[in-house]
């Protein structure tokens, strides 16, 4: 079964970050039984904690990695998010 690892990379007090937070979790709990989806596991990271996280994203904050690769910036589009998770099965 294929697994799609969902890194955000955020701070604490951004409220962008709060909004794909709950969003992320949304999405994801949608998808619990269904056949096609991937196994999903998901971690933040706060750029306050890196340095070179913080040099790389500290403008593009909230940002969502499915994989290690960049999936969104700023705002998440929940339809963008299914879709991107369906295909990685």
Do not use: Q
């Amino acid at each position: 079964m294929a697994t799609a690892h969902l890194t955000l990379i955020g701070k604490p007090g951004c409220h962008l970050c709060d909004d794909a937070r709950d969003l992320v979790g949304s999405v994801v709990a949608k998808l619990e039984g269904v056949a096609a989806a991937p196994t999903i596991t998901f971690e933040e990271r706060s750029i306050l904690d890196d340095a070179e996280l913080h040099e790389r994203y500290l403008e593009d904050i909230p940002v969502l990695l499915i994989n290690g690769k960049v999936h969104n910036y700023w705002r998440i589009d929940p339809v963008r998010l299914r879709s991107a998770l369906l295909e990685v099965s």
